[in-house]
């Protein structure tokens, strides 16, 4: 059994009956929706058409934001009905990130994810969704797909159809009948900054001057007629009405991937200038790394807590987890690490003589720190530009570029051996170099989708290029680069040469994560 619709947009006028009829049913907050009407116009006056498309949750058969919710508040039904179970939610906003449709939303009231959910309730006792039922041209079918019996199945399978984002492979439940492909192609049609209809203007609005010129229309041509057949072919769609999606995740995120970086990072290079001959007596290996460690990681905690729109429920990530989610298994490693660091610290004040074992132990466990979230934004399959294959090899180079910044910044209040100090330099070094090579692949890389390619734009040389060239290559690249390696070359360059490239490092990296999380969000998928 497979619940799904079909919107009829040849049928469509556009009247807004089917998103009125949902807040009804639903009581769903103003400013928010779970099914919502797009409208986008092409051409040029007097010779344009506007276009309409119902969006809303497609039910997909695969759905993403299942596999990613870390608490099982969403879930796929016998019938094939992507539910929700608001109790269990923690608004951790994964599931926005997942669904390449926009189409779940946190309500304002009590901070949990929503969408629609094919009216259960109605659905349960044998009645149609409420937009099916209100829509006056009956533009909206829905029924079970599995059914040859059903007028729905038979839609399907006899008529053209189309449906959004296919490539994703959510093998989505819902099909369009007579659509105009821009319409429901998030790409397809461009947004002019005007505000659109029944919306504030843009600021520029006012100062545009729309009086033709002499003898001439405002369109370029005689009596208002287009002087060209340049209206219909040549100029883009355009998008007048939608529904406003703000990006859901924010510096919180972009600060918690230093957080954890430093964090693993630090306990890493630790245990590679054992390798280079380093003891364990100092108060650095004891008791001062782990506590460094511990504090970075529980910023991370914080952090991510902050981030949850209910917060009071995050315990439910360890209590009512779904271990299909990288969150869930984030907060495992986590979870392990502290307890690794928590045992190192205890035992490095009583002074034990088995501390390398913890070390190495931390180390292995702090790989899994920096590298997690790599899987996890994996799992957000709205976000291309999230899925890309270096990802986890910039966070593990993130991390140890990070980890020799923080030991090079601790080296005088601890001390630190030479050689502890020359590995944490090597640390700032490599991460450095390893991070400018992952940027040069991925800059000469093919874009597999134009989501994909509109993300990198927007990263390298729209609104989030300057954080990422200035702040991330400048100076979280060339300037620990140039640096740390003056520090390892010269017997006698002062430590604070290698510590301001260890600061750069620092603030770099989060330029860097924070134009990258952006720039992923910035393409619409609506």
Known sequence: MQFGFIIDQ????????????????????????????????????????????????????????????????????????????????????????????DALYIDPHDNTAQKCNYCVHRVEVGLEPA?????????????????????????????????????????????????????????????????????????SFMTVDLTPTAGRSGNGGPGGRPSSRRSMEDIPPRVVYNADHPMP??????????????????????????????????????????????????????????????????HYLLTKGNPGSWLVRGAWILAAQAAILGLWFLLGLAGAGFLPVLIWAGAVVGVGVAGYTAFLFGQAEGRDLWQSPTLLWHMLAGAFAAGGSAGLLAAPVFDLAPVVRRASAWALVGGAAALAVIAAVELVSRHPTRNHAAAMHHLTRGVHAREWW??????????????????????????????????????????ADDAFVRAGQAVPLS
């Open 10 to 101: 040849t049928a469509c006028i556009g009247c807004h009956a089917c998103t009125v009829a949902c807040k009804t049913e639903h009581d769903v907050p103003l400013g928010v929706n779970r099914t919502w009407v797009k409208y986008i116009e092409k051409g040029t006056w007097p010779d344009t058409t506007r276009s309409f498309s119902v969006m809303r949750c497609n039910h997909c058969t695969d759905a993403p934001c299942v596999s990613i919710c870390p608490t099982n508040a969403l879930f796929r039904r016998d019938d094939g009905i992507v539910d929700f179970d608001t109790s269990l939610c923690i608004g951790c906003k994964s599931c926005m990130q997942a669904c390449p449709y």
């Open 249 to 314: 995740w924010g510096w919180r995120v972009s600060s918690y991937f230093l957080t954890k970086g430093i964090s693993a990072g630090i306990v890493m290079v630790l245990a590679l200038s054992l390798l280079a001959g380093a003891g364990t007596d100092s108060a650095f290996a004891r008791w001062g790394a782990p506590l460094i460690a511990g504090i970075f990681l529980a910023l991370t905690g914080v952090l991510l807590i902050w981030d949850l729109k209910r917060p009071d429920r995050f």
């Open 131 to 203: 937009c099916v039922v209100v829509c006056p041209e009956g533009a909206i079918i829905s029924g079970d797909v599995s059914d040859p019996t059903t007028p729905i199945s038979q839609m399907v399978h006899a008529e053209r159809m189309l449906q959004r984002s296919p490539e994703q492979g959510t093998a989505p439940n819902l099909w369009y009948k007579g659509v105009e492909p821009a319409a429901i192609d998030p790409l397809g049609a461009v947004d002019p900054g005007d505000g659109g209809i029944w919306s504030d203007p843009a600021p």
């Open 470 to 511: 200035l702040g991330g290559q400048v100076v979280g690249v060339v300037i620990p680069l140039v640096l740390g390696a003056v520090f390892l070359a010269g017997a006698d360059v002062p430590l604070w040469v290698a510590e301001l490239g260890g600061l750069a490092a620092l603030v770099g990296i989060w330029f």
